[in-house]
Nanobody
Framework: QVQVMETGGGLVQPGGSLRLSCRAS????????MGWYRQGPGKQRELVAT???????NFADSVKGRFSIARAGAKNTVYLEMNNLKPEDTAVYYC??????????????WGRGTQVTVSS
């Protein structure tokens, strides 16, 4: 069984920083990519940032220059460093893991989400 769990959300003032962590655990043979998505109040879920097993990254235009993503490959862990946070970054942040399981099967997993609130 595979679990994906996020940590690190919270309340921060505009201009502040937060670091989110996500770890995939269980019967995992490999990781194709991991990333972060978010869903703000009344909005659809949107991509924030992703990173592949080879280190290629992709960011939403709205977070470029403010957010960074990194992987600790051996630990199946991904980090999202968020700087200069804005009220519009307020959302539930979800971790996504595109994993390789036994017999070469590939499956997409989601965490339950962690709330990030940017407010003074």
């Amino acid at each position: 069984q595979v679990q994906v769990m996020e940590t690190g959300g919270g309340l921060v003032q505009p201009g502040g920083s937060l670091r989110l962590s996500c770890r995939a655990s269980g019967d995992i043979f490999g990781v194709k990519s991991m990333g972060w998505y978010r869903q703000g109040p009344g909005k659809q879920r949107e991509l924030v940032a992703t990173i592949t097993s080879t280190g290629s990254t992709n960011f939403a235009d709205s977070v470029k220059g403010r957010f960074s993503i990194a992987r600790a490959g051996a630990k199946n862990t991904v980090y999202l460093e968020m700087n200069n946070l804005k009220p519009e970054d307020t959302a539930v942040y979800y971790c996504n893991a595109d994993l390789i399981l036994d017999f070469g099967l590939r499956h997409d997993y989601w965490g339950r989400g962690t709330q990030v609130t940017v407010s003074s």
